[in-house]
């Protein structure tokens, strides 16, 4: 069985620019997350959509947004990138809302310069 | 004050050691708790979850909840230098949040 793929693997930009992270969740999982795991900070939660909803969100600003498609696969969408935005972006997804067991991507590693 | 406290290391011991890995957290409310396995420049993998006090085995691998202390331990028997990796706790309330909260992680290195 896949697991959760993610997409690309590397994305650089510059400072005001914007970015689009794609994740693709295990077959059969309807719930997506977002998690930012920056240098010396850990894995902080972005995101969280089930069924097509948001169903909530973490303490980072409105130019971090989402959403996920009819066939559960989600966007991540960072407008006006800062350099503190630099991070890797970890997507995970779970069957439904049971979300104990989060099964993570390999991430995507931004860099803004 | 962090919600998750985790000790970063990093942790080294020899090939076939017991190892100990800790937590401690602030929010009694928490109740599932999870560790995953980070290896590097690779996403976390769930190595396993439990609820509420007490202790869950798999394989070489033993979670160990005390809620009475606010501390979670995973115990790895038999250490191997395949384990080298970064140790992450986790956890969560009961409410259905999607949220998990993590702590910083531990750099673990198995010598051979």
């Known amino acids: 069985e896949a697991g959760v793929t993610q997409s690309p693997t590397h994305l650089i930009k510059t400072r005001g620019q914007q970015a689009t992270l794609r994740c693709s969740p295990i077959s059969g999982h309807t719930s997506v997350y977002w998690y930012q795991q920056a240098l010396g900070l850990g894995l902080q939660f972005l995101l969280w959509?089930?069924?097509?909803?948001?169903?909530n969100r973490g303490n980072f600003p409105p130019r971090f947004s989402g959403r996920q498609f009819p066939n559960y696969s989600s966007e991540l969408n960072v407008n006006a990138l800062e350099l503190e935005d630099s991070a890797l972006y970890l997507c995970?997804?779970?069957?439904?809302?049971?979300?104990?067991?989060?099964?993570f991507g390999p991430g995507t590693r931004l860099t803004v310069l | 004050q962090k919600e998750v406290e985790q000790d970063p290391g990093p942790l080294s011991v020899p090939e076939g050691a017991i190892v100990s890995l800790n937590c401690t957290y602030s929010?009694?409310?928490?109740?599932?708790f999870m560790w995953y396995r980070q290896y590097s420049r690779k996403g976390p993998e769930l190595l396993m979850y439990?609820?509420?006090?007490g202790n869950k085995e798999d394989g070489r691998f033993t979670a160990q909840v005390d809620k009475s202390s606010k501390y979670i331990s995973l115990f790895i028997r038999d250490s191997q230098p395949s384990d080298s990796a970064t140790y992450l706790c986790a956890m969560r309330g009961s409410s259905n949040t999607g949220k998990l909260i993590f702590g910083q992680g531990t750099t673990l290195q198995v010598k051979p």
């Open positions: 439990t609820y509420s006090s």
């Open positions: 929010n009694s409310a928490f109740q599932y």
């Open positions: 995970a997804s779970s069957f439904g809302q049971t979300y104990n067991e989060q099964f």
């Open positions: 959509y089930d069924e097509g909803e948001e169903r």
